[in-house]
């Protein structure tokens, strides 16, 4: 089936993360028509798979809570969830973009009591801990997520748990028979907040992601730290559960390097030294946290952090490229290099490594339209004549607070191009 909505007064604005959301509330709130689509399941994108945020180090309800209230209460926001968007053609004022929505096989009467869940066996890995962890194949994504309606992994339908799914709803919430819908939208401007996804560290050969269960990256950290992640928030190294009380965080890993990422992330630095907090938190004094660096990126505000991160005795910072990681008899893992302060050689083992990866732009790798441009990462800069914009972390990777800032921006502009289209068609 196919539907069509909105009209070229309507900004459409292309993922529903922190950056997304952002652009839609502040254009909706200036009277604007939007509509937000997002390819999972939930808005929140990735700052909600973060344990807490620098610099303040407050959890990410903070800022999503918020945001969340502004969109219930906004009825010119539109959200659509579980969308993949097969096309825009037009040009600014006049595109038309194509989306294709999922089933989700949950419909509105969904209440979240999680009685499906219980009722099935399946299990699939679970998205939103990287994977690092198994979910029932009915699930709420997080307890954020929104809307908060539960999803059935479409490797459930047609099977006996979906029907015990359904059995166990009391509210009529389970249709089996949902099925994928076609929507067209005539839209005047559209933001593009698809935000990032991590650098693949199995590329980085010599560090042995995906060889050495004791090598993880920084977001797969985020998640051990959370108490909603894999471990219930301990810091337990995946080989064998043993406490991770001494771990490496190895900066720059595949970031600044022109086999890799060529361009600074700029988060990196940031995320290691909060993330030398977590350990510092779960452990005590018996915390000892150990930063490989090239240099340490620390700009405007972020400098007071990275100062208080080196008053704490439980953090050293060791200046090394890391040159490869070796695995010991006991799982652990040690690294190998050269101290350029010292000029030592060093073979230091690990109880974990964590490997602060690049961002990478989520939209390598999709089919753009061709008059977007992007810059030589990726990162999208918007069309030339100004009617799609990019936004936040999809755009530059930025921080929470830059990428709201970005999104602002880009909600302005795309104001500015249905103010002139409305004149025009005047
Ligand atoms: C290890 C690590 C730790 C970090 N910690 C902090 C921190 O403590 N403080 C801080 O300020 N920043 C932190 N950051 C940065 C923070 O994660 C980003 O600033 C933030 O995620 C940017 O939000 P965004 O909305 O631009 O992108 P995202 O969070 O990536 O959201 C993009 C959304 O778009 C959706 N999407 C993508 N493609 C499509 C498509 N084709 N169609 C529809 N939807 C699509 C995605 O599903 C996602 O929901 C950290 C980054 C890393 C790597």
Redesign the pocket.
């Known amino acids: 089936m196919t539907a069509t909505i909105a009209t070229s007064q309507t900004i459409l604005v ?7 959301m952002t652009a839609a509330l502040e254009a909706a709130e200036c009277g604007r028509d939007v509509v937000l ?4 399941a939930t ?5 909600a798979l ?1 344990y ?3 610099p303040k180090m407050c959890h990410p309800t903070c800022g999503l809570e918020i945001n969340l209230r502004r969109l219930k209460g906004n009825p010119r926001v539109r959200v659509l969830t579980m ?3 097969v096309g825009i053609e037009g040009r600014r004022g006049a595109y038309t973009a194509t989306l294709k929505l999922r089933a989700r096989y949950v419909n509105e009467n969904c209440t979240a009591c999680g009685d499906c869940a219980a009722a099935v066996s399946t299990e699939i890995p679970n998205p939103y801990n990287y994977g690092l962890d198994q979910i029932k194949a009915a699930y709420l994504p997080h307890a954020m997520a929104y809307p908060q309606r539960y999803v059935l992994d479409p490797s459930l339908i047609g099977t006996a748990d979906a029907d015990r799914a359904q059995a166990a709803c009391k509210v009529g919430a389970i249709d089996l028979a949902m099925q994928e819908e076609t929507v067209e939208l005539a839209v005047g401007a559209v933001v593009w ?4 996804k ?1 650098y693949d560290a199995a590329r980085i050969q010599p560090y042995g992601y995906g060889r050495f269960p004791n090598v993880i990256t ?2 797969e950290f ?1 998640r051990l730290a959370d108490p909603g992640g894999p471990t219930s928030g301990r810091l337990l190294r995946p080989s064998d559960g043993k406490e991770a009380k001494n771990i490496a965080f190895i900066q720059c890993a595949g970031s600044r390097d022109e086999n890799h990422l060529r361009h600074c ?1 700029r ?2 630095c ?2 290691s030294l ?1 993330q030398t907090q977590y350990v510092r938190e779960a452990h005590g004094d018996a915390a000892k946290s150990t930063i490989y660096y090239i240099d340490i990126r620390a700009i405007d505000r972020f400098e007071d952090f990275y100062q208080m991160v080196q008053r704490d005795s439980s953090v050293s910072f060791i200046k090394s490229k890391v040159a490869r990681i070796a695995q010991a008899a006991n799982g652990d893992p040690v690294l190998h290099g050269v101290d350029t302060e010292g000029y030592h050689r060093y073979a230091t083992p690990h109880d974990l490594v964590v490997l ?2 690049g ?1 990478e732009p ?2 390598n790798g ?1 089919t753009l339209p061709d008059d977007v441009l992007a810059d030589s990462s990726g990162f999208i800069e918007g069309s030339a004549d100004g009617g799609m914009l990019g ?4 755009a530059s990777p ?4 830059r ?1 709201v800032q970005s999104a602002t921006g880009a909600a302005l502009r795309a104001i500015k191009v249905i103010y002139q289209t409305a004149k025009e068609e005047a």
């Open positions: 292309i993922g529903g993360g922190i950056s997304g689509v997002e390819r999972s808005l929140g994108g990735r700052t973060l807490r945020y620098f969308a993949d968007l907040a698809t935000g990032w991590p920084s977001v985020e992330s988060i990196c940031m995320a909060k602060a990866i961002m989520e939209s999709m936004a936040g972390s999809a930025l921080d929470v607070n990428s």
